[in-house]
Each structure stands twice: as structure tokens, then as C-alpha cells.
């Protein structure tokens, strides 16, 4: 049963700090008085007392007070735990996109199931991983075209693929023209 609310607290913003519910992250922010912190609905910290506990709307009415963020859940941190975690995979591809990547290295690195980052990581940026992978090495592999004078079998080397012919089909796929023809067609 839910405590006896004050007038303050809509039910439903209650239940969804007891529930940790993230369907609610965005939508309000709760502070607690006794310990000076504020929190997204979704963060699993201990229930505060409700007597305690102060509704805000947005971050930039927290501001003007003196609550300070809670470490465990970062509610400053605008973007929601799957986001963050998805951006993680995504700065980790950026860095890595040379090296031969698999949705279950992924995964692991992300410390994930490769079901849930695939259908994570296309939720939140239209693509698969292998899909973000290509896409990446591509637009590295158009960058060598233009600016360097390495083969296109470096350059494959480069971004990832050792495969020559699979590179050149890849690459055609995605511009409509060989490297040798984009190279041709458009270096400075």
C-alpha cells in the first residue's frame, strides 16, 4: 500500500520512486530535504520519507536551490542510462573501428547481451552496431581517399578490412562509385 501522500506529490510521481520506474526520468526530478540531494525517478537509492521529498519539473529550478546530484543515478546528466550506455559503445566503435568487431565483443566490452545491445543500439540511432561499424570505416576509408595517397588495399588494411574486393564492394554499395573512381572523381 502506498503511503498517505502529502498534497505536493501526485500519486503516480510517488509510485514511481518507490518503483524505480525510468518511464518517468525527464518527466520530474525529486529532491530530499534530510540528505540534500536530488534524484531521477528511476534511481534505486533507499525510499526517502515522503515528508522529505520535494517535486521539481525541470533541472533549472534544482539549480536555483542547493540540492547537489546524486552520484548514483546523475540526474544532471541529461541523458538516460541506456543513452549513456549506447554512447559508450559508440565512442568505443570510434576508437576501435580498425580492429575486428563482433556484436558479442561489443557486447562484452559493454558488459551486455548481444540481443539487447542489437536492439538497444537501433532504437536509439536507426542502425545496428555492424551497420554504425561500416558506416564509420566508410566515412574513414572516404577521409584516406581524399586527403592521402595510400592503395586502396592500405587503405582497407586501415579501417578494418583486410579483404580487398569486399572493401571495394562495400565502399561501391554506400557511395555508387570504386574507391579508385571517388578518388578520381573527387580528390583535391
Not at 546524486?70 to 542510462?81: D, Y
Not at 576501435?96 to 562484452?108: R, S
Request: charged share 25%; aromatic share 12%.
Amino acid at each position: 500500500m502506498v503511503e498517505k501522500l502529502n498534497n505536493l506529490i501526485p500519486e503516480d510521481y510517488w509510485r514511481a520512486i518507490v518503483e524505480n520506474d525510468s518511464s518517468y526520468d525527464g518527466v520530474f526530478f525529486y529532491a530530499v530535504k534530510s540528505t540534500g540531494i536530488f534524484c531521477r525517478p528511476s534511481c534505486k537509492s533507499r525510499v526517502p520519507n515522503i515528508e522529505n521529498v520535494l517535486i521539481f519539473k525541470n533541472l533549472d529550478k534544482i539549480h536555483t536551490t542547493n540540492f547537489r546530484p546524486c552520484k548514483r543515478c546523475k540526474p544532471h546528466n541529461l541523458l538516460l542510462p541506456e543513452e549513456e550506455w549506447i554512447q559508450q559503445i559508440v565512442e568505443w566503435i570510434m576508437q576501435n573501428y580498425h580492429k575486428q568487431l563482433t556484436l558479442e565483443k561489443l557486447a562484452q566490452i559493454g558488459h551486455g547481451s548481444p540481443y539487447h545491445l542489437q536492439r538497444t543500439f537501433k532504437r536509439l540511432t536507426g542502425m545496428s552496431p555492424l551497420e554504425y561499424i561500416q558506416h564509420v570505416r566508410m566515412n574513414k576509408a572516404i577521409y584516406y581517399l581524399l586527403y592521402t595517397n595510400k592503395s586502396i588495399t592500405d587503405i582497407g588494411i586501415e579501417i578494418g578490412i583486410f579483404n580487398t574486393s569486399y572493401f571495394s564492394t562495400l565502399f561501391k554499395k554506400k557511395t555508387k562509385l570504386s574507391p579508385v573512381n571517388y578518388r578520381v572523381k573527387y580528390q583535391k
